[in-house]
T-cell receptor, first 115, second 109 residues
């Protein structure tokens, strides 16, 4: 059974550019959540999608957005990149909404470096 | 607002030692608690999931306990090995998922 797949694994972007990250959940999972992880802030929740609808959102600016497709694959987009956006971006998939009685499985992450 | 705390932040032990990692949370109304392992620069690997109705779960050398009433969970690692070196995070599910900051474990050969 394939795990959660995130692409690309590494990205280097310039300030002001935009970036799109992709996450393919475990087959049959309908929830995809995104997290930002930095050494100083730890794991911070970005948003969660379930059945193509955003169900929950963290405290990030509108430059961070996402979407989910009918096959449950999800993308997140960051526009007008800032140096502070450099981080490891993780996605997690689960059968049900995270925060309910369900187990979360994480991908290997995308390491974004903004220069 | 649910807050999750992990103590200690870092721990260094010699190989072969048994050890306990702690996780505490402020709101006992949780669905489950999950322990993860994270290697540097990598994603999180799920180790154990404890449902709110359970007291403990075991997998190999790992045993996790849950005491909802006191808002505590422990992860017990028996006969530690250098390959256990990683950061261990706990997360509680209660309408959303809240993570602790993690315990960075180093097991010295």
């Amino acid at each position: 059974k394939a795990g959660v797949t995130q692409t690309p694994r590494y990205l280097i972007k310039t300030r002001g550019q935009q970036v799109t990250l992709s996450c393919s959940p475990i087959s049959g999972h309908r929830s995809v959540s995104w997290y930002q992880q930095t050494p100083g802030q730890g794991l911070q929740f970005l948003f969660e999608y379930f059945s193509e609808t955003q169900r929950n959102k963290g405290n990030f600016p509108g430059r961070f957005s996402g979407r989910q497709f009918s096959n449950s694959r999800s993308e997140m987009n960051v526009s007008t990149l800032e140096l502070g956006d450099s981080a490891l971006y993780l996605c997690a998939s689960s059968l049900a909404l995270q925060g309910m009685n369900t187990e979360a499985f994480f991908g290997q992450g995308t390491r974004l470096t903004v220069v | 607002k649910q807050e999750v705390t992990q103590i200690p932040a870092a721990l260094s032990v010699p190989e072969g030692e048994n050890l306990v990692l702690n996780c505490s949370f402020t709101d006992s109304a949780i669905y489950n608690l999950q322990w993860f392992r994270q290697d540097p620069g990598k994603g999180l690997t799920s180790l154990l999931l404890i449902q709110s109705s359970q007291r403990e779960q075991t997998s190999g050398r790992l045993n996790a306990s849950l005491d909802k009433s006191s808002g505590r969970s422990t992860l017990y690692i028996a006969a530690s090995q250098p390959g256990d070196s990683a950061t261990y995070l706990c997360a509680v599910a209660a309408h959303d998922m809240r993570f602790g900051a993690g315990t960075r474990l180093t097991v010295k050969p």
